[in-house]
């Protein structure tokens, strides 16, 4: 993981929902899609989530100029709650 301190442009956000906490169902909402890129280091993920419950956002990142390879190391999995 590169920890540059500057917003990460460019790069590739890749997000998968899972159903329940992370690994435990393996229960995955629909095909992985790419967040959007707003600029600046934001990156927008719309996700609608019907059914009320915990989820698992397993959130992925390619940094630009990177391999595909690179999420493995910039990995982050964001808990949802649908109340
Ligand atoms: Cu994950």
């Known amino acids: 993981m590169c920890l540059t301190k500057k917003?990460?442009?460019s790069a590739q956000v890749i997000?998968?929902?899972?159903?329940?906490?992370p690994m435990?169902?393996?229960n995955m909402i629909g095909p992985m899609f790419d967040g959007e890129n707003l600029g600046n280091g934001e990156y927008l993920v719309k996700v609608a989530l019907n059914e009320k419950g915990y989820y698992t956002m397993h959130t992925?990142?390619?940094p630009a100029g990177k391999s595909m390879h690179s999420m493995m190391f910039?990995?982050?999995?964001?808990?949802?709650?649908?109340k």
Not at 15 to 21: D, N, P, R, T, Y
């Open 7 to 9: 917003p990460l442009t």
């Open 15 to 21: 997000v998968g929902i899972e159903k329940g906490a």
């Open 24 to 26: 435990s169902t393996m």
């Open 60 to 62: 992925h990142v390619i």
């Open 74 to 82: 910039n990995h982050e999995d964001i808990g949802i709650v649908v």
